[in-house]
């Protein structure tokens, strides 16, 4: 990655952080309420790190912060699937939150390094999309989340034979519709 991309990816953070704060920095009860911080167990089984944290708005709202990370490859001949992704999210709750059913809207970005057949793809992506998801209880602090989500991203990148050192072949920009979230979470309520 050169150091423009970087600074852009950073700058590109940095307001996905701020819209975060913002749209938290509204609420009165927020920090005397419910923090969760949770993990996607699918993320863990493609080899991606993550951490959500998760903080209650009010009786029926709240607001979210993933992050997966996937630093490394380990196929062979230049196959991989590597990046970082970001995805703030507003939840309403139908029950009570953390409780059962609820519906959220989660923006995306990415930054991607990806090739399994014949080229490999390297740039970023903004997105929105729809969620639905049901979380169950198991104890006082631990729930299980499930959750999936659709919608739209514009995907930016570069396109290269994928063998390493492969040649540059464009510049591509194309519109994406389909799945842009699945998660089996572990959940821990902060009290």
């Known amino acids: 990655m050169t150091t423009k991309q970087t600074i852009q990816v950073s700058n590109k953070i940095l307001f996905l952080f701020l819209f975060v704060v913002m749209l938290l920095g509204g609420t009165k009860e927020a920090f005397s309420q419910h923090i969760v911080v949770k993990t996607n167990g699918l993320s863990w089984l493609m080899l991606a ?3 959500e944290g998760e903080i209650k708005l009010s009786e029926k709202m709240t607001g979210s912060l993933s992050l997966n ?3 490394w490859h380990v196929l062979s001949d230049n196959r991989k699937v590597m ?3 970001i995805q703030p999210e507003l939840r309403y709750w139908f029950c009570q ?3 059962q059913h ?3 809207v989660h923006l995306n970005y990415a930054d991607y390094n990806a090739g399994l057949k014949k080229k490999r793809y390297q740039g ?3 997105g929105v999309g729809l969620t639905y998801g049901y979380q169950m209880i198991l104890s006082d602090r631990w729930n299980l989340e499930f959750s999936v989500g659709a919608g739209y991203a ?3 990148h570069d396109v ?3 063998p390493k050192c492969g040649a540059f072949l464009g510049a591509e920009k194309k519109n994406y519709f389909g799945l842009t979230k699945l998660g089996v979470s572990l959940v821990y309520i902060i009290k």
Do not use: S
């Open 102 to 104: 609820f519906m959220g």
């Open 124 to 126: 970023n992506l903004y």
């Open 69 to 71: 990370y996937k630093p």
């Open 49 to 51: 790190p993550n951490i």
């Open 83 to 85: 990046g970082i992704c």
């Open 154 to 156: 514009r995907m930016n």
């Open 97 to 99: 939150t953390y409780y």
């Open 160 to 162: 290269y034979d994928r």
